[in-house]
């Protein structure tokens, strides 16, 4: 069993939509990242929430954590192509000592 | 450019040789990380140190692989003897040593090696 879900698994979306996808976990986790990556890449942090209820924006990103630490949502608004690639979440544990744990990724393609 | 650099960026292989990847991470980071990336999958986690000091590893890293990080600087991940499952890309990624990053637990990775067996 995956210990984080990420969904939708692939997104494809015109330029200008908005779009959310989430990340849930099976335990309560200590912090989560959100990363972007390109093919033939590696990841690229984008933002770390702790707290929970805690919202961050990023120019047209909005990422969620959830009030019981067990969920986090990424929302893009008006959507561009530069806004392709695969979206990873990240969290690390107290049970899983100081690593990071990925979820599979949402791939989103943003069409022109 | 002072980013954690990976070097080969690709490797082609054939069953059985034996690889080595190189990471040289950001200089004043003291924990290193290897992950393991396949195909429309996340990053896997396979082993980390702090400073020379291997603290864990992944069952997914079987006794084929080994990692070094002799100085506490570089790393090396080789794997012998390789088979077509250890295709993938084989990621690094630094974090430095202080208290916030270490409970955030944020990585800056490397843009990986791409290995594949044939």
């Known amino acids: 069993t995956q210990l984080l879900e990420q969904s939708p698994q692939f997104l494809s979306i015109q330029e200008g939509e908005n779009l959310t996808v989430y990340c849930n976990s099976s335990s309560v986790f200590s912090s989560l990242q959100w990363y972007r990556q390109e093919p033939g890449e590696g990841p690229v942090l984008l933002v770390t929430v702790v707290t929970g209820g805690e919202v961050k924006k990023l120019k047209r990103l909005t990422f969620q954590f959830g009030d019981a630490r067990k969920d986090s949502s990424l929302h893009i608004t008006a959507a561009q192509p530069g806004d392709t690639g695969l979206y990873l979440c990240?969290?690390?544990?107290?049970?899983?000592?100081?690593?990071?744990?990925f979820g599979a990724g949402t791939i989103l393609r943003v069409k022109s | 450019d002072t980013g954690v650099s990976q070097d080969p960026r690709h490797k082609i292989t054939k069953r059985g040789q034996n690889v080595t990847f190189r990471c040289d991470p950001i200089?004043?980071?003291?924990?290193l990380y290897w992950y393991r990336q396949t195909l429309g999958q996340g990053p896997e986690f396979l082993t980390y140190f702090q400073n020379e000091a291997q603290l864990e590893k992944s069952r997914l890293l079987s006794d084929r692989f080994s990692a070094e990080r002799p100085k506490g600087s570089f790393s090396t991940l080789e794997i012998q003897r390789t088979e077509q499952g250890d295709s993938a890309m084989y990621l690094c990624?630094?974090?430095?040593?202080?208290?916030?990053?270490?409970?955030?637990?944020?990585?800056?990775f490397g843009e990986g090696s791409r290995l594949t067996v044939l």
């Open positions: 990624a630094s974090s430095p040593e202080s208290l916030q990053f270490a409970n955030t637990g944020e990585l800056f």
């Open positions: 990240a969290a690390t544990y107290l049970e899983y000592g100081n690593k990071l744990v």
């Open positions: 200089s004043e980071h003291n924990r």
